[in-house]
């Protein structure tokens, strides 16, 4: 199996340094603040965007293998995901990863749909690297 990396700096003290995400070799970097993590609106990324980001993509493809292993190849997934960080006993915390995705798949009804997404939430890499979050929650819908 393959290693992959990602790596950041970091500048100054928490509240007032800033730094720079690098995903992978430089496929994607991108600057943080503690603002743009720890507050609304702010520009930039943080690591818990990244986190969903990664979800979403593992995500969407382990769905795309589960249909098709049951005989339905999709049309295309759409996968979002957000972290919830909140603090728990003093630290900030993942408490929630909501995953919403809409499938478009030819010869499934909607409960099949749900339960190849729900198998996919089990399953999927990242998934099971966050299993420490305590609720991660599944919106799936089937679209025509």
Known sequence: MATRNGSAEWNGDLQSGSGNITVGNGAHTGPYSFKSRFE????GTNPEELLSAALAGC?????????????HPPDSIR????????????SPTITQMAVKTEGVVPGIDE????????????QCVISRAIAGVQDITLEATLSR
């Open 111 to 122: 409960d099949e749909f749900r339960r190849h997404a729900t198998t996919a939430k089990e």
């Open 40 to 43: 609304e609106g702010e520009e």
């Open 59 to 71: 995500f969407s493809m382990a769905l795309s293998l589960i249909l098709t292993e049951a005989g």
């Open 79 to 90: 996968t979002s995901a957000r972290a919830q960080l909140r603090p728990v006993d003093g």
